[in-house]
């Protein structure tokens, strides 16, 4: 995959998916904007050096999107990682609970993929979201419930926003993970068979093509990328 001379922003790029996805596309020559909340987070960023970093920007507040999307002329994909986990039953789940996952991944989605739309060049572009295992079978989200709401949103929305713009040249598509192996998810769950998880790097690997210029048909796709799980 080439993404020579391609800027590409990647939202969560922090994160342990994002970092992979990060040095994916730059291994591939693209040209990265990484958005970061915590000072500390880009203190410690592997890729600080080789990517542009936009601080302080919180992904629900239109106007730190804006930010992060203005002054670049040849945007070529859009990569929405940002999003929270929260486990909790339905009975001890609040009203501002539940809304904090839906802000958390879905309106960070939409607001930086409308974003996206309205900064891509007249030669199209692509969009990569990240939905959830629980997101696209829901009966996986027990225990989770507003967590797999907000990730089956990001599934219908990219399927949605899909049909909008294909004639636009803009392809959206999302990956729906099931637990990633991470340093975090093997803490929490140390009993798990961590072998069956899917690496960051594995998944990144796909998130990477549906990214690329070599993704020229696939579109309003939700790819299940769930490992051996």
């Given at each position: 995959m080439n993404f020579a001379n391609k800027t590409v922003i990647v939202t969560g790029g922090t994160g342990a998916l994002g970092r992979a996805v990060v040095g994916a596309l730059l291994t591939a020559g693209a040209q990265c904007r990484v958005p970061y909340v915590v000072d500390a987070e880009a203190a410690t960023y592997p890729h600080k050096d080789r990517v542009t970093l936009i601080g302080h920007?919180?992904?629900?507040n239109e106007a730190d999107v804006a930010r992060l999307y203005d002054g670049?002329?040849?945007l070529w994909a859009s990569i929405h990682i940002a999003g929270g986990f929260a486990m909790g039953a339905v009975a001890d789940t609040d009203k501002t609970s539940m809304l904090d996952m839906l802000n958390t991944n879905f309106v960070t989605c939409y607001l930086c993929s409308r974003a996206a739309v309205q900064n891509f060049a007249?030669?199209?572009g692509r969009i990569v979201n990240i939905s959830a295992r629980p997101g696209i079978e829901p009966r996986h989200g027990g225990g989770m419930a507003p967590y797999a709401t907000s990730k089956a949103a990001v599934a219908a929305f990219t399927q949605s926003l899909a049909a909008e713009v294909a004639a636009m040249g803009i392809l959206v598509n999302a990956v729906a993970?099931?637990?990633?192996?991470?340093p975090a998810?093997?803490?929490?769950?140390?009993?798990?068979?961590?072998?069956?998880?899917p690496k960051p790097?594995?998944?990144?690997?796909?998130?990477?093509?549906?990214?690329s210029p070599d993704n020229k048909v696939?579109?309003?796709a939700i790819v299940p990328v769930p490992g051996r799980t």
């Open positions: 920007c919180e992904l629900t670049v002329d040849d007249t030669a199209g993970p099931s637990i990633i192996d991470t998810n093997r803490a929490a769950m140390p009993k798990a068979d961590h072998a069956s998880w790097e594995e998944i990144a690997a796909t998130i990477a093509f549906l990214a696939t579109t309003g």
